[in-house]
């Protein structure tokens, strides 16, 4: 973890630093990206997955250092004839330390669930779910920022359909969005 975090930093730090445009946060945002996650789980004999993976996110601004919103966070992978899935829906607010930064942080609280689909059979378990990460806005545009992230979604799944057991399930994310200020 420690490595993805050094690596997002000197990733980013080059282009914080040329921007061009100043980071100003107000009324409604949007944004989405796509990237690479990992996803595991507490049950006996599971083993983390690595795929592709992406988000979605809006919301409004409370203050320049303070926006609130909803967002999905999505990982999927097909496999020996099935498709497996692992998603996050929250409420998130995201915090600014520095107003005229684009560094983030952040962290909300919703619904954790996976999917599986095998020969035309679905299964599902879902429960609550938890999501913190970081991100930096780099403004390429007065409204417009190109996003790198890094996202941690953690959730308790109840029920027994996938694994035979309730389990903990864990998502490391690791991508780069558009954010529409």
């Known amino acids: 973890m420690r490595f993805v975090l050094v690596a997002l930093a000197v990733a980013v730090a080059p282009l914080a630093a040329a ?3 100043p980071q ?10 796509f990237g690479y996650g990992s996803v595991s789980y507490s049950c006996s004999g599971c083993t983390s997955e690595g795929a592709v993976s992406g988000y979605l996110k809006l919301g409004g601004t409370l203050s320049p ?7 999905t966070n999505g ?13 996050n829906a929250s409420a ?3 915090f600014y330390p520095a107003p005229t930064s684009g560094f983030f942080l952040r962290g909300g609280l919703g619904f954790a669930s996976a999917s ?25 545009g007065t409204k417009t920022s190109i996003t790198p992230i890094a996202n941690f979604n953690w959730g308790s799944l109840t029920g ?7 389990v903990k399930q864990s998502m490391l994310q690791i ?7």
């Open 75 to 87: 990982w999927t992978k097909s496999q020996s004839g099935g498709t497996f899935t692992a998603a």
């Open 160 to 166: 027994n359909q996938i694994f035979g057991e309730p």
């Open 19 to 21: 921007q061009g445009h």
């Open 24 to 33: 100003v946060r107000e009324g409604f945002c949007i944004g989405f990206g």
């Open 92 to 94: 998130a607010l995201y």
């Open 116 to 140: 599986a689909s095998v020969s035309g059979n679905s299964f599902s378990q879902s429960g609550v779910g938890l999501v913190f990460g970081m991100g930096f806005d780099v403004r390429v």
């Open 175 to 181: 991508a780069v969005g558009v954010t529409f200020h």
């Open 65 to 71: 250092k303070l926006l609130v919103g909803g967002e």
